[in-house]
């Protein structure tokens, strides 16, 4: 067969760089990792129209200081996420944290998000306003998601969910305050979630943006240990304080819920 010339060989090379150019610079993430991305320490100041801090691969964090401000998510994995200390100012974004699974330790988070604070993901996420989001991220579904949140002072307002997890969520302590336009706590995939409060202090005002919004509402079971827990539903919809699809069991704690069911 007849073989291609120089000038054809050498366009093709400049094509394909030309293509390489491009696909390296099409990326709008702050910090972006194909695999795992841990930080153990650092002063981080982030504006980005994509993810500030985006692992392809499991992220950590054990230390730092962060003020993120996202067109889509602050801190985004698309395996599990585990922050075990840091500082995070998070003023703008459409998801704050977002992963597979989420475990948080500490130290402190004042979260304003479009959609969820914290989510954990199953599936092909389209979480909150109809999955109308910049980016619809894609999940492994047969994984397990979760969130559980151990110690730590959170200041979380969003005009979705501000805790909002496709499995379980579970709450062992820290400091939890809460301003939600829908769900303050949603825990959603049916007849499955178990939405657990071991300890801790956790304030939820549901505002009502979307018309709605129940203090906490677990589409599987709800139960509380121990801790302190205050929920109030929008006061503008037949919602609840806390809501329960397959059942709810206090075995400790302090509870008071207030909500609009008419």
Not at 115 to 128: K, M, R, T, Y
Not at 174 to 193: F, L
């Amino acid at each position: 067969p007849a073989q291609p010339s120089g000038s054809e060989t050498a366009s093709a090379a400049e094509t394909a760089e030309g293509t390489e150019t491009a696909e390296d610079t099409v990326s709008q993430k702050g910090v972006k990792a194909d695999g795992a991305l841990t930080i153990n320490g650092g002063t981080f100041t982030v504006d980005s129209a994509d993810d500030c801090l985006h692992s392809g691969g499991a992220l950590a964090v054990t230390g730092g200081t962060f003020t993120l401000s996202s067109g889509d998510d602050a801190i985004h994995s698309d395996d599990a996420v585990t922050i075990r200390a840091g500082e995070f100012s998070i003023p703008y974004c459409y998801e704050g944290v977002e992963g597979l699974s989420v475990t948080v330790e500490g130290e402190a988070f004042d979260v304003t998000a479009h959609d969820d604070g914290f989510n954990a993901a199953g599936g092909a996420d389209s979480s909150g306003f109809g999955g109308r989001r910049p980016q619809q991220d894609q999940f492994s579904a047969s994984s397990d998601s979760w969130i559980v949140i151990n110690s730590g002072t959170f200041t979380i307002v969003s005009q979705g969910d501000c805790i909002d997890s496709n499995g379980a969520l579970t709450i062992n302590g820290g400091t939890i305050n809460i301003t939600s336009g829908n769900d303050g706590i949603n825990t959603n995939e049916d007849n499955v979630s178990v939405t657990t409060v071991n300890g801790g202090s956790v304030n939820i005002q549901v505002t009502g943006e979307t018309g709605e919004g129940d203090g906490i509402d677990s589409n599987g079971w709800l139960v509380i240990n121990g801790g302190a827990v205050t929920a109030a539903a929008c006061s503008d919809s037949g919602d609840a304080g806390i809501d329960a699809t397959m059942g709810i069991t206090i075995n400790g704690g302090t509870v008071a819920a207030s909500g609009n069911m008419y």
